[in-house]
């Protein structure tokens, strides 16, 4: 089993950026596909960007096109999640998630593993 913790969250202002990590422990992050996903208030939980295991290959949310970049770290065994051009429609909680398959990478509920979420907030 895979223990997940997000950090990095923060206030911004529109137009900056952040950087979200996620810590892996109890296993090899690599080993896993690894999802960001947001949850705004009164809003369902959305998908945001994916990364395959090994990290060949990458998937985002059209919103976050261009914008956001999904990377991993396997020296820290941790996957990253860049955000820049914030704007304040992403003020969301973000949780990063850990699965053994991809195929449907866009659900919430194809990961078996959820870190705790981290609170993002842009402001105007």
């Known amino acids: 089993q895979v223990q997940l913790v997000e950090s990095g969250g923060g206030l911004v202002q529109a137009g900056g950026s952040l950087r979200l990590s996620c810590a892996a422990s109890?296993?090899?992050?690599?080993?896993?596909?690894v999802g960001w996903f947001r949850q705004a208030p009164g809003k369902e939980r959305e998908f945001v960007a994916c990364?395959?295991?090994?990290?060949?290959?990458?998937y985002y949310a059209d919103a976050v096109k261009g914008r956001f970049a999904i990377s991993r770290d396997n020296a820290k065994n941790t996957a990253v999640l860049q955000m820049s051009s914030l704007q304040p429609e992403d003020t969301a909680v973000y949780y990063c998630?850990?699965?053994?398959?991809?195929?449907?990478?866009?659900?919430?509920?194809?990961?078996?593993?959820w870190g705790q979420g981290t609170q993002v907030t842009v402001s105007s």
């Open positions: 998630a850990a699965a053994d398959y991809y195929y449907n990478f866009r659900r919430p509920s194809n990961y078996d593993y």
């Open positions: 109890g296993r090899t992050l690599n080993n896993y596909v």
């Open positions: 990364i395959t295991s090994g990290g060949g290959e990458t």
